[in-house]
Structure formats: C-alpha cells, structure tokens
C-alpha cells in the first residue's frame, strides 16, 4: 500500500528543514538567531544554546524599527552574547 504525504505536511516540513539548516549554521558558526517569530526561541528551550535566540515580540513594525531596536539595544545584545 502506497501513502502519499499530503501537500500541506510537506511544506511544513520543508519549513521545519529550513529552520533546522538556519540552527545548525548559526550554532556551528558562533551567532546568535534574532526573529520575529516564537519557533526558534522555543527550539532554544528544548535544546538550549548555542546559539542564543533573541525573540522580537512586537506587531507590525517596519525593518527600519526592528533595525533601530537592535541599535539601541546594541550594548545588551553583546552582554547577553558572551554571557
């Protein structure tokens, strides 16, 4: 019997995939992952650090905002990178 993977399940796991090369790339090369999104913090609590994970919680905002948060924050993102 042949079971065929439905469309949805592979694009997520192409996601999945995706998400795992980011990881490994970012833990075998020494940076720290910045996202919007919660998947790679909560990846980080499974399965600690490296790397670290700085979380963005914030709604719409423009790439220059999250740009200018980073700046402001330039000096405790060091911190907590070599802590």
């Not at 719409?60 to 000096?75: E, H, V």
């Amino acid at each position: 019997m042949f079971f065929q993977t439905p469309p949805m399940l592979t694009g997520l796991a192409w996601v999945a995939d995706q998400m795992m090369m980011f990881w490994r790339y970012a833990k075998e090369n020494g940076f720290m992952l910045v996202s919007k999104d919660s998947d790679f913090y909560e990846k980080s609590i499974l399965y600690g650090h490296p790397p670290k994970v700085i979380w963005i919680k914030r709604g719409n905002c423009t790439n220059r905002q999250i740009q200018l948060l980073l700046r402001n924050k330039a000096k405790v993102i060091i911190e907590f990178y070599h802590n």
